[in-house]
């Protein structure tokens, strides 16, 4: 799953090599935070949060899968 999480991000931005995931594994979650160059912020949030409304669902399923539950926190 992080794997996928850092493809949509490294595609979404013009500076690939800031693309930072860090991931803490909890009983029932698991929680990545994604941390890009803060001037691209706004291309892994997209207007009115739809970009990272996408991501987050597209994590979901990925996470539904392996029967787990999944939280993306975008900094």
Not at 38 to 45: A, L, M, N, Y
């Given at each position: ?7 949509l ?39 009115s ?7 987050r ?13 999944v ?5």
């Amino acid at each position: 799953m992080k794997a996928l999480l850092e493809y949509l991000a490294r595609n979404l931005v013009d500076n690939p090599e800031a693309v930072q995931i860090k991931e803490r594994v909890g009983r029932y979650t698991v929680t990545y935070e994604l941390t890009v160059a803060p001037d691209e912020t706004g291309k892994v949030i997209g207007r009115s949060g739809r970009v990272a409304k996408s991501i987050r669902d597209l994590m979901s399923v990925a996470a539904a899968r392996q029967n787990k539950r999944v939280h993306v926190d975008i900094e």
